[in-house]
């Protein structure tokens, strides 16, 4: 199996696709074989991100794909998957991040985004997600070290 490593969230917007793109590109940068899965099938913004990558012949390559389920996970030859999750799907996530080997779980400074991360974060956890997989990141941050400080709090 290749290693996996998810960007979930149930709110849209939060930041997954950017981080998961992040993460392949610098990862295939260091001569990894990475495969992004593709699970917003509704925007597919990672799958059409490799699209525009590949017109224009840029570099390092990176493959994606739509991808419904992780049971086609086993039938992966490369080294890296990316899965970037969809947002409103509580079970789509929990199967992905079963499977994962590190989950990153984006979220903005405000309430309202850090409540729901934190929840679900804290149900992944209460549904045999081991903690240590589980890394929260503030993303999308202000320059005021206040509103980190208070975020993180
Ligand atoms: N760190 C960041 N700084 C500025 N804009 C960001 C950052 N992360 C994400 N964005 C922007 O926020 C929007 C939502 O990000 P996206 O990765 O598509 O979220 P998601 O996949 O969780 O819906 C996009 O327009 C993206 O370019
Ligand atoms: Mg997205």
Redesign the pocket.
């Known amino acids: 199996m290749p290693l996996i490593i998810a960007c979930l969230?149930q709110k849209?917007?939060?930041?997954?696709?950017?981080?998961a793109r992040l993460i392949a590109r610098t990862y295939a940068a260091a001569g990894w074989q990475v495969k992004i899965c593709d699970f917003?099938t509704r925007q597919l913004?990672s799958v059409d991100w490799v699209g525009s990558r590949m017109s224009a012949g840029i570099e390092p390559a990176i493959a994606a794909e739509p991808y419904n389920t992780v049971k086609s996970f086993k039938r992966e030859t490369a080294d890296l998957l990316v899965a970037?999750g969809k947002?409103d799907s509580d079970q789509s996530s929990l199967d992905i991040a079963k499977v994962a080997d590190f989950i990153v779980l984006?979220t903005g400074l405000a309430l309202d985004d850090l409540k729901p991360q934190v929840l679900f974060a804290n149900e992944l956890v209460s549904k045999g997600v081991p903690r240590s997989k589980i890394l929260l990141v503030l993303?999308?941050i202000t320059e005021s070290p206040v509103a980190v400080q208070e975020a993180r709090e």
């Open positions: 969230s849209g917007g939060v930041g997954k696709s950017t981080i917003n913004t970037d947002p984006p993303n999308k």
